[in-house]
């Protein structure tokens, strides 16, 4: 079909917002073309196409026009109006996790925190491993969890193959030149681990120059064998087969590693598995799953946490891939064990944690998807938009949670959700105003209820320009008013019955009492 003679003489304008458009959702070209194809597979253009729309070189069709502009939930007309003065969005994320001041600067030089570390750490129980795990996920947070280094190795050997088949993996596997022993263990239950005792299983492990021995119950679940091999493949590829990582181990205690690095010293052995550990699975995860043709896929599913039985990949593999090859960046990441631990976190959108993984609070939040999942018995996924309140800072997140199980059998949740604010802001609607309607909407119904017409529709419109499905779904049920300490609620009706009296210091009410007098 021939465009209109009007909208050829705009062509100009015309391919600059959908130039702008395209970027402010931080989509490339490739992306947008698959996103249209998804739409309509016979109009959807190719990315040379786009390429000279964006230029001015090309006119879309009336059919194509309307594509583009049901993907950025915008009337066909707005791309007529030649105004170009609509102002830029700063769509670079807000501080993820918020770093502490470092002032007076000389008491955080390299000499003094090489003493200090230790004893606080010693004090604190926290153990070697913990800190090493603390400082890769901090690494991770600050890098948006994109690592190109590792995906290009992985790529190396795997030749962006997808989906791979367990027998596409055992020959990359040949190919690096492992060899294959094959095992037989069952689950125990770990002694050490007493307040919340959990299955244990060993997987799989490596032997130093080029051996990989494999547990047998792997051949039940091709998706958890493709990704220990891929995980050993990854050692072999980035550490030359040294065989310094650890076992792959499912349930046990918390971090589930090296039996000798439970010692409150802070061992060189504890960083280098810990990184040894983040680098293989990163690579496993990256190899079975490659940038590219893994962002089309999860484009074509509207990123379902749950889409990769297609592919024969674990949850927990397809929810970790979400956030290093999502174009959108503000995502989290949970895997929860009860009571309540959380075994695996990511935080690239900042979202306060309720709960660690080094010890048990007295009065986390009831009201985290992650965790009122843990008490049901739903094997399905579940949407849930919430309004996060820490202090004065207000946060808006959607997330999906699924109810699962290990390789050992143990019951956990897994979650993975999004920062709805920098999305918000990049269509010029103000977070905080949406934030406001949601939050006294659930105070009138005592910290639960129905999103206004206003908001849900706002959010249902974000969730189709991000292409994740959930974010309407959780736009459709009632949001809820969570935050990170139950004893601190802060809903207008506390969550508890009655909120505990707050307490002044003691010696703040003398120095009041003392100023007052003078």
Known sequence: ??????????????GTKIKSLRKRNQLTLEDLSVRCVQIDAEAGPSVSYLSMIENGKRTPSERLLEIIADIFQKDPSWFYDESLDEEAIDTAPEAAVSGMPLEPGFLFSESLLQLAIPEL??????????FAHLLIRAHQEKSHNRFPDIERAAESVGHKHFPMRVDDVF???????LEIEWFDNTTFRDKGYVAAPLNMLVRSFFDAPNKVYLNRTLEENPARLKYDLANHIGHMVLHDGDGARSPNVSGGRITGRRDEADSLNVDAK?????????????????LLAPKTPFRQFLAR?????????????????????????SPYEHWHYFDAYPPGHLRAVYRGNGIPLPWGNMRLVSDPCQHWAVFRMLNTRSKKPSAQISVLRSGDDKRLYCCESIRSKDAAGNTHVLCAGVDLSPALRAQNIDPADTL???EASCNRGGGSAPIPTEARQQLESIGKILNIGWVGEG??????????????????????????????PQIDEIRDRVLSAG
């Open 121 to 130: 750490l010693a004090q604190t129980g926290t153990s070697g491993r913990q």
């Open 436 to 438: 406001d309607m949601i």
């Open 301 to 325: 599913n509207s990123y379902a946490i749950n889409s990769g039985e297609k592919a024969e990949l674990t949850n927990t593999l397809v929810m970790r891939r979400m956030s290093s090859v």
């Open 270 to 286: 504890d960083i280098l598995y810990a990184w040894r550990d983040f680098e293989c699975s990163y690579f496993a995860a990256a």
């Open 171 to 177: 020959a990359v596997a040949k190919n690096v030149g």
């Open 1 to 14: 079909m021939t465009a209109p003679q009007g909208l050829r003489r705009k062509a100009h304008f015309l």
């Open 475 to 504: 736009a459709s049920k009632d949001a809820t008013i969570i935050c990170q300490r139950s004893s601190n609620c802060p809903r207008d009706k506390h969550c508890l019955g009655k909120a505990p009296p707050k307490l002044k």
